[in-house]
Nanobody, 118 residues
Framework: QVQLIESGGGLVQAGGSLRVSCEAS????????MGWFRQAPGKEREFVSA????????YYSDSVKGRFTISRDNAKKTVYLQMDNLKPEDTAVYYC???????????WGQGTQVTVSS
């Protein structure tokens, strides 16, 4: 059974940085593409970033492009999201998930809260 555990969230001032992590267990991690999503209060969950199984290809939403960097360490079964120049509108619960062959995402973690104060 695949389990994903996010960590690294917290409170940071606008302009600051945070790195959130997502550690996987119970799966052949290096065979999965991975994605980060976020959900702010009262809003729908939205795509943030994704990375291919090898780490060669990365994708970002327009709202975070140039500020966030996704990476992965297959030996540690962990995917990271480095968030720089944070803005109050980045405040949300951040989730990771595995990407299936169809492009859908599965095996959601419990999320980690990121709060950016102005």
């Amino acid at each position: 059974q695949v389990q994903l555990i996010e960590s690294g969230g917290g409170l940071v001032q606008a302009g600051g940085s945070l790195r959130v992590s997502c550690e996987a267990s119970g799966c052949f991690f290096s065979g999965y593409g991975m994605g980060w999503f976020r959900q702010a209060p009262g809003k729908e969950r939205e795509f943030v970033s994704a990375i291919s199984s090898s780490g060669v290809y990365t994708y970002y939403s327009d709202s975070v492009k140039g500020r966030f960097t996704i990476s992965r360490d297959n030996a540690k079964k962990t995917v990271y999201l480095q968030m720089d120049n944070l803005k109050p509108e980045d405040t949300a619960v951040y989730y990771c998930a595995t990407r299936g062959d169809s492009g859908s995402y599965y095996n959601w973690g419990q999320g980690t809260q990121v709060t950016v104060s102005s």
